[in-house]
Structure formats: structure tokens, C-alpha cells
């Protein structure tokens, strides 16, 4: 299957699928990005081997294990295909705050309780787990000393090869938002490590009475670069073992991390599963994916995006880069297109459409399941599979704002269209025209919209068309 691949986030280029590893890896400071827009077990595994590096030796799996009451957490069923298929164990490592008065049984700041949340959550029921600093705590040398001189780890970090951090990615009271940077630099460190960090190297030993005070974490942009700083020094230590890969899950997007206790309500509906080589690239095409977020009755991206600019979030983005730990620049690129090209195929559907989470299949002939759906988010950034696209169908797509499309056939104008709205596209063949349904000449349909390049007139004169039909 030929490619059209469109570099997202500061680059504007078109690359066809035999070029893209290569240029990708000729130009260091592009990385890429895989996207899957379907969250299921299958997608998640699906999307750790499109990575093409397999987690060897002792694997630690790093997540959030969620403070008690949050329902939002990544759950044991999503994750366990992963995780028991890498033979991973759950690491974690306790929190530096309480939960307040009335909430002492959801803490997570001391391994007592932290081990009651982990059973709670049904981890223990599925997995191997370690809170990694129960038996203390190590040093890591961090490259950047601006705040902190070194990176204070679980001591069971020592005993793993290859960590996988799987992140959920959601807003942060502090940081702005949680993603593979938060993970690996607060989520690996020690009791002490976090305090180290959120008071951007005032305090090396926790005093939670003193920690949440203005003295201690009053410099916001010094805990943003300490982040980033000790999420290189975790990259370096695995890094120079058996490696590390970084997995993004986006659902239940609260704007309050998994580790507060009662979290805002999600306003956001689901997106889908990223993955990358690049930390970096990674945090940056989550955030990148929630600013290109329509605001509609069920989906709301306003108070994330709120949080974000208020904490400066995307400082330890910006940090990260500058230390050289990645990229911002980077290509996203769908695996979903061959997997639903051949659901389409072998099924006999019209239409295959995987967005919010969740795939949904149509069977109605010709464009009519696009016209119907291009006024309803579904097809706001979503991934497309569709046997024949012409520019009828290009339109609808265009109009309802379609991400990625895979396809069998696919005409040079329909190909121009969506290109040139820089939607990326995947197909088997490119045709001159598209004949109609018994291959007598062309679609009347298409021969209606031959030189228009008015995406709102179009749509209309394919309402107005179809109507006439029925």
C-alpha cells in the first residue's frame, strides 16, 4: 500500500511511505509517532509492536496506579495483553501528599496503603507489582544540574532491563498536564525524589508539612525543567540497559492527574493510543491533538487547555527539546488504515470509521454514510477506511474534518483534495476517474463536481444530488 504521509507540528511536507523511514531517520530531529484511534487490548499491543523494538530481559512496565477513588486510572483489563505479553511487572513508587482528612484509606504515601489501592485497582489480580521504592531509594546522574544535581529513584529501579512507560495522558493540577515526561520523572521517583523535583531541588528530604508551601514550590518553571531533567536521566539509565519505549493512552482526560482523589469530570471524549521512541514527540502530538479539539455538547477541551497555559505545561516540553532529550518536530503516523481496509474488505462494509476510542462500521452504498455523518464529531479527526474514494467522498471527508484515510482506489482528484487539506492518506491504487456501479463511465456524481474546489458548495450540491436520487 502507497503512502501519503503529511509531517504534523511545524513541518508541512508530504513524504510517500517508502521515503518515510529513511527521511525520519536522515533528519534526527524528526520523530515519529504512531497513532492507533481505537483503545481496546488488541490496539495496545498492536500499537507496541509498530514501534519494532522488542521489551527484553526484566521489563517494568510503568504506569499510574491511581489514588483510591479515582475512577480514571488506566484499567488492569485495557493493559494486561501488554503487559503479560512483555512478561512486565507493574512499577510504581509512593506519593509525597496525603488525601486529605476522611480520605486517609485512598493515600498512596506509604506502602501500606499504597499496596491496598494496587489490590483494589485489580492490579494484583492480573499482574506482578512493585512499588520500587518500598526498600529505599538510589541516584541517577542527571546531564542538566540547573536545579537538581541528581535523580532520586525507587531502588527497584536497579533491577529491571527495559521499561515500557505506559502513560495515561490527562491534565495535572501542577504540571499542567500528565504525560510520558510526568511518568518518567515524578512517577520514578522516590518519596523524597518527588519532593526534590516539585521544589526544584530546595528540599532532598520529604517534609509534607513544609513541601506545599510557596517557599518550596514557588518556582514554577524550575519543578517544569526538573521534570524534564530527571525524565532524562530515567531515558539515560535505560537507555544505556536494554532500552525504553513510551505509550500514551487518551481517556478518562480529566483535568486532574490520577493522583488526585476526586477528580474534575472529564469533559473530553476518548481519542486513541500513541507510541513513540520520543518522549518528547510523544507529549508534544498529545497536546498538539488536544488543541485541535472541537468544542461540542460532549467533547470540551477548554479547561485542559485552560490548565496547561495556567501551569505553563508545555515549558517542560519546550525544556525537554532543549536538553536534547527529542523532538517536537515529528511525524503521527495511523496504523489503523490496513487493519480496517481488510474489516472493510472482508466484511462487505461501506465504510469503516475509528474515532474517539472506538470503531464504528456503516453499510450504506456509495457516500450516503459520509453525508450523514460529516455534521456529527465522529468524523472530527478520525481514521477512515473506504473501498472507493472519489471527490464526492473527498469532500465529506474534507467537510467533516477526517485526519487519515486508507483506501483501495482512490482518483487523482480526490487525492489532490485531501492532500491539499493535509489529510494523509493511504491507498492501493490512483485511478483518472470513478465509474459508476456498472462500470458503463463515469459516476454521475463525480461528473457533477469536476472543477469545483468549493468544499461548502460541493457538499451542498451533494445533498442536493442524492435527494434526487431517492
Given at each position: 500500500m502507497k503512502k501519503i504521509i503529511l509531517l504534523t507540528c511545524f513541518i508541512a511536507m508530504i513524504v510517500s511511505c517508502q521515503k518515510q523511514k529513511s527521511n525520519a531517520e536522515a533528519d534526527k530531529k524528526v520523530s515519529v509517532v504512531?497513532?492507533?484511534?481505537?483503545?481496546?487490548?488488541?490496539?495496545l499491543v498492536k500499537i507496541y509492536e509498530a514501534l519494532g523494538v522488542k521489551a527484553d530481559g526484566n521489563v517494568a512496565v510503568k504506569i499510574s496506579t491511581g489514588e483510591g477513588s479515582n475512577p480514571n486510572y488506566l484499567k488492569p483489563e485495557l493493559i494486561k495483553d501488554l503487559v503479560l505479553g512483555v512478561n512486565g511487572t507493574i512499577v510504581e513508587c509512593n506519593t509525597a501528599y496525603g488525601s486529605g482528612p476522611g480520605n486517609e484509606k485512598d493515600e498512596r504515601?506509604?506502602?501500606?496503603?499504597?499496596?491496598?489501592?494496587?489490590?483494589?485497582?485489580?492490579?494484583?489480580?492480573?499482574?506482578?507489582?512493585?512499588?520500587?521504592?518500598?526498600?529505599?531509594?538510589?541516584?541517577?546522574?542527571v546531564q542538566d544540574e540547573s536545579h537538581i544535581k541528581y535523580d532520586l529513584v525507587g531502588s527497584h529501579m536497579e533491577k529491571y532491563d527495559f521499561m515500557i512507560a505506559l502513560n495515561h495522558f490527562k491534565g495535572h493540577p501542577m504540571g499542567g498536564y500528565g504525560g510520558a515526561l510526568k511518568n518518567l520523572s515524578i512517577g520514578c521517583a522516590?518519596?523524597?525524589?518527588?519532593?526534590?523535583?516539585?521544589?526544584?531541588?530546595?528540599?532532598?528530604?520529604?517534609?509534607?508539612?513544609?513541601?506545599?508551601?510557596?517557599?518550596?514550590?514557588?518556582?514554577?518553571d524550575g519543578f517544569l525543567e526538573s521534570?524534564?531533567?530527571?525524565?532524562?536521566?530515567?531515558?539515560?539509565?535505560?537507555?544505556?540497559?536494554?532500552?525504553?519505549i513510551y505509550i500514551?493512552?487518551?481517556?478518562?482526560?480529566?483535568?486532574?492527574?490520577?493522583?488526585?482523589?476526586?477528580?474534575?469530570?472529564?469533559?473530553?471524549?476518548d481519542y486513541g493510543i500513541l507510541a513513540s521512541l520520543d518522549p518528547v514527540a510523544l507529549d508534544q502530538a498529545c497536546v498538539d491533538i488536544i488543541n485541535s479539539q472541537q468544542v461540542t455538547a460532549t467533547n470540551d477541551p477548554t479547561d485542559l487547555l485552560n490548565r496547561i497555559d495556567k501551569q505553563h505545561g508545555v515549558h517542560t516540553i519546550e525544556y525537554a527539546a532543549q536538553l536534547g532529550l527529542g523532538s517536537r518536530e515529528y511525524i503521527l503516523q495511523s496504523i489503523d488504515g490496513k487493519d480496517m481496509l481488510a474489516k472493510l474488505n472482508e466484511n462487505g462494509y461501506s465504510l469503516v470509521v475509528r474515532s474517539h476510542g472506538k470503531e464504528t462500521t456503516y453499510t450504506q452504498k456509495g457516500v450516503r454514510d459520509l453525508l450523514d455523518l460529516k455534521s456529527t464529531t465522529i468524523l472530527h479527526g478520525a481514521a477512515v477506511a473506504d473501498k472507493?474514494?472519489?471527490?464526492?467522498?473527498?469532500?465529506?471527508?474534507?467537510?467533516?474534518?477526517?485526519?487519515?484515510?486508507?483506501?483501495?482506489?482512490?482518483?487523482?482528484?480526490?487525492?489532490?483534495?485531501?492532500?491539499?487539506?493535509?489529510?494523509?492518506?493511504?491507498?492501493?491504487?490512483?485511478?483518472?476517474?470513478?465509474?459508476?456501479?456498472?462500470?458503463?463511465?463515469?459516476?454521475?456524481?463525480?461528473?457533477m463536481l469536476k472543477g469545483e474546489d468549493d468544499v461548502k458548495q460541493a457538499v451542498v450540491s451533494i445533498e442536493r444530488f442524492l435527494q434526487e436520487q431517492k
Open positions: 504512531y497513532v492507533t484511534q481505537e483503545i481496546t487490548p488488541e490496539s504515601n506509604t506502602s501500606e496503603n499504597h499496596w491496598k489501592v494496587i489490590e483494589q485497582h485489580g492490579f494484583t489480580k492480573y499482574f506482578k507489582v512493585d512499588i520500587m521504592d518500598e526498600e529505599g531509594e538510589i541516584k541517577i546522574p522516590s518519596k523524597n525524589g518527588k519532593a526534590y523535583i516539585h521544589s526544584a531541588g530546595k528540599m532532598e528530604e520529604l517534609d509534607m508539612e513544609k513541601l506545599w508551601t510557596p517557599e518550596y514550590i514557588g518556582d514554577q521534570m524534564a531533567a530527571a525524565a532524562q536521566a530515567v531515558t539515560d539509565y535505560f537507555t544505556k540497559k536494554k532500552g525504553i500514551s493512552v487518551m481517556n478518562n482526560m480529566s483535568i486532574d492527574c490520577d493522583c488526585v482523589d476526586h477528580p474534575a469530570p472529564v469533559k473530553l471524549e472507493v474514494i472519489g471527490t464526492a467522498a473527498a469532500f465529506l471527508m474534507i467537510e467533516g474534518g477526517v485526519r487519515f484515510v486508507a483506501t483501495n482506489v482512490i482518483s487523482k482528484d480526490a487525492l489532490r483534495l485531501l492532500t491539499q487539506y493535509e489529510i494523509v492518506v493511504e491507498y492501493d491504487e490512483v485511478v483518472d476517474v470513478i465509474m459508476d456501479s456498472k462500470n458503463h463511465g463515469e459516476c454521475p456524481l463525480e461528473k
